[in-house]
C-alpha cells in the first residue's frame, strides 16, 4: 500500500534542501527524491526522516539490476547526484577524494588525465555512481588484476539513519587500529548508512594495451589457458571474459550490427586484455604468449586488435547485451561458482532448462578468472510464475555447488528470497543484529537484502526493460 510522507516532515525536508531540492520523477518510482548539496544536509535529512520513522531508498545512478533503488510504497528517495565533487588528487599517495554521487567514467578519465587509473570498469560507467558501485561492491571487467571495489576504497565518510556522521580516516594503505567499520557499508546496499565521500586508491596508468580474442576447444582447455595466461604474462593479465559459443554466435550474428573477429563453431571464445607499461615489448610478449598456447592446443585460433578502433569493436561483442532484446522475454542473472565446477554447472542447468522448455535460449558469459558467470535465460511468456521457475532453476545449481546468487550485484529486492541458498542461517542472524543495530527503526532502504515482511512487485532491470520495450 502506498504511503505518503506527512506534511510536517516535507516542511523540514524543504527547509534543509531548499524548493528546488526536492523532485518527482515517476521514472524512479512514487514519492518525493531529495538531493541534498552535502554531508550536512544528508544528515539532517536523515535524522528529520529517522525521527518520523519514514522510510528512505538512497539512489545513485540506478543501474542496478536487482532491484536495489525499487520505490513502490512511497519512500521517500534520496539522491548523492548532486555530491558529485573531485575533491582532491593525491599523486603522491595515489588517491583521489570524491562524492558519492560522482560518475564512475568521470573518476576514470580525471585519474587517467593525471597519469593514474582507477581499476573498476563495467558497462554502466556512464551512468553508474561510485556510492552505488561502492554499495554493492561492484566487480566489472579487471577483477582478475584488480580486485573489487571493495580493495579500492581506502576510507568513506558515511551517515547513520539517525544523522551521527561517521568521518573518513586517512589515505594510508594500512591502518590496522580495530575493526575496519568501512566494510560494513561497502556492499552494504545502503541499508546500514548513506556514503557521501570516499577516499579511492588509484594505480599507475598503463602505457600499453594489447587485447585479442582467441578461440578454445574445451572447458578443460579454457581453465588451462587462463592459468597459462596468469602465469606467463607477469602480472600484466587484465581481463579474462569467457564467452560461452551460444552467446557469441548471437551477438556476431544476422541480427546485431557485430561482426565475429573469428569464425564460428568453437564451443568457447575469450577475450583478453593485458595492461603494461612498454608497447612494443608487451605486443611482441603477447604474440608470443598466444603463439605458445597454441602449440599446446589451448586454443585453436586468435585474432590481435591491430587498433583502438579494433579493441573497442571487442569489448563491444562483450558489452553489449542489449541486442538480447531479439529473443524477450529473458532474465539475467548474476552468479559465480568455484571454477573447477563451472562446466557441471552450465552443462546440468542447460539440461535442465532443456527438459522445462526445449525451444529456450540460454546465453552464458563471464569473467571466470574471479568465478563470475552472468547468465540470460529467455524463455516461456515472460510472467511471474516462469520467472520464479528460472530463477529455482539457476539458483538450485549454484545452492549445490556452494556458490553464490549474487556476484558482483548484490542482493536488493530481486535475490532476498534466496539469500539463505549461500548463507547460513547463522550468518544471516548475525547480519540482521548488524543491521539493527544500525538502523533501529528500520528506515533505510527497507526490504533489501531482508524481507520486511511486504510483498513488492518485480520491476524489470535495465536489460529487462529494453527487452520488454
Known sequence: MTQTPPQELLDKLIKIVGPNGIIEDEARGPGPIVRPHDTGEVAAVLKACNEARYPVVPIGGNTTMVQGTHRVQGEIGLSLERLNEIEEIDLASRTMTVGAGCILQTVQETAEE??????????????????????????????????MTRDMVLALEAVLPDGTILPMQGKALKNNTGYDLKHLFVGGEGTLGIVTKAILRLRPLPT????????????????????????????????????????????????????????????FYVLIENLG???????????????EALERELITDAVIA???????????????????????PLWAFDISVAIG??????????????????NHHLMIFGHLGDGNLH???????????????????????????????????????????YLSWTRSEEEIALMKQIKKIFDPNGILNPGKVFSDGKSYPHTPSPLERTAAE
Open 277 to 291: 607499461v612498454d608497447q612494443d615489448k608487451d605486443h611482441a610478449r603477447f604474440e608470443e604468449i598466444l603463439g
Open 208 to 267: 600499453s594495451d594489447n587485447c585479442a580474442y582467441v578461440a578454445v576447444p574445451s572447458f578443460k582447455a579454457l581453465t588451462a589457458f587462463l592459468s597459462h595466461m596468469e602465469a606467463a604474462s607477469a602480472g600484466t593479465l587484465s581481463s579474462f571474459e569467457a564467452i560461452w559459443a551460444d552467446y557469441y554466435e548471437f551477438i556476431t550474428g544476422e541480427l546485431t550490427p557485430h561482426k565475429p573477429p573469428l569464425p564460428h563453431g568453437s564451443p
Open 375 to 417: 547468465v540470460i535465460v529467455a524463455v516461456g511468456d515472460g510472467s511471474d510464475e516462469t520467472h520464479h521457475e528460472v530463477e529455482a532453476i539457476v539458483y538450485d545449481g549454484v545452492r549445490k555447488l556452494n556458490g553464490s546468487v549474487s556476484a558482483e550485484h548484490g542482493i536488493g529486492l530481486e535475490k532476498r528470497d
Open 341 to 358: 565446477d563451472m562446466e557441471n554447472y552450465t552443462v546440468d542447468l542447460k539440461a535442465r532448462l532443456s527438459e522445462r522448455w526445449p
Open 114 to 147: 593525471n597519469g593514474l587509473l582507477f581499476p573498476l570498469d563495467l558497462g554502466g560507467r556512464g551512468s553508474a555512481t561510485i556510492g552505488g558501485n561502492i554499495s554493492t561492491n561492484a566487480g566489472g571487467n579487471r577483477v582478475i588484476r584488480y580486485g
Open 306 to 328: 591491430k587498433s583502438e578502433a579494433e579493441r573497442k569493436a571487442m569489448w563491444e561483442i562483450r558489452d553489449d547485451v542489449f541486442q538480447m532484446v531479439h529473443i524477450a
